[in-house]
């Protein structure tokens, strides 16, 4: 088993900054592909940003392609998600997810085996 615990959200003004991270523990002998998910208020959980357990390949949902960028430190177990530029519709949980699919950067919530509880994110405009 894998526990994840998420921290770093907060409140921010559009065009602020914040940085999310996630530390594992567990089972952190294997390397896992991490991901970021978010879900808005009153919608689904959606894809944010992956990154495969070598760090070497990262996706992006379209949305925060240049504004966002996902991070990982092996030795410390832990991710970031540098978040610039932040806007109202960035408003949402997020959460992060570890796959056994090591190799990619995993986009589909399914893919995904254990998750974090979410750090909530909102940005005022």
């Known amino acids: 088993q894998v526990q994840l615990v998420e921290s770093g959200g907060g409140l921010v003004q559009a065009g602020g900054s914040l940085r999310l991270s996630c530390t594992a523990s567990?089972?952190?002998?294997?390397?896992?592909?991490m991901g970021w998910f978010r879900q808005p208020p009153g919608k689904e959980r959606e894809f944010v940003a992956a990154?495969?357990?070598?760090?070497?390949?990262?996706n992006y949902v379209e949305s925060v392609k240049g504004r966002f960028t996902i991070s990982r430190d092996n030795a410390k177990n832990t991710i970031y998600l540098q978040m610039n530029s932040l806007k109202p519709e960035d408003t949402a949980t997020y959460y992060c997810?570890?796959?056994?699919?090591?190799?990619?950067?995993?986009?589909?919530?399914?893919?995904?085996?254990?998750w974090g509880q979410g750090t909530q994110v909102a940005v005022s405009s």
């Open positions: 997810a570890a796959s056994k699919l090591m190799f990619i950067a995993p986009l589909r919530k399914a893919s995904y085996d254990y």
């Open positions: 567990g089972r952190t002998d294997s390397t896992y592909s």
């Open positions: 990154i495969s357990g070598s760090g070497d390949s990262t």
